[in-house]
């Protein structure tokens, strides 16, 4: 589950084994929804998900979206990241947490890749004596385009 490097193809077999495991009907509408979110490094919102799929199926609404999304969050195959300040945005090639870094202009996100968060936390539960379990990073700055 936590290999990073999932191409397309076997990440929307995981999660469409997932999802058939928890008797969930795969439709062909969530079946589109599943393979943007297995293809795309992007991090949608469930509107950019929606939008970039109405032209092809012109019956896909918002709900369904947002329906498919629960589902995957439900079976523990999506990460959400909240925002008090816009749409909420998905990750499903990376359904574990995992830092992020963000665009305060265009709100374009992006997974570092040469992150070692295993000493920083190692070291977080020497000090503190916490069993850390999880984490949210994010870091903020202005992307190559808008700076
Ligand atoms: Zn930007
Ligand atoms: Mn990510």
Redesign the pocket.
Known sequence: MNSSHNSPEKRLKEMLEKLKESDCRITPQRYAVLNVLANSFEHPSAESIHLELIENYPTMSLATVYKTINLLKRAGEILELEFSDLSNRYDGKKPYPHPHVI?S????IVDPSHLNLEEITNKMMEETGFKILTHRLDFYG??S??Q
């Open positions: 665009c202009q265009c709100g374009k202005l992307c385009d808008c």
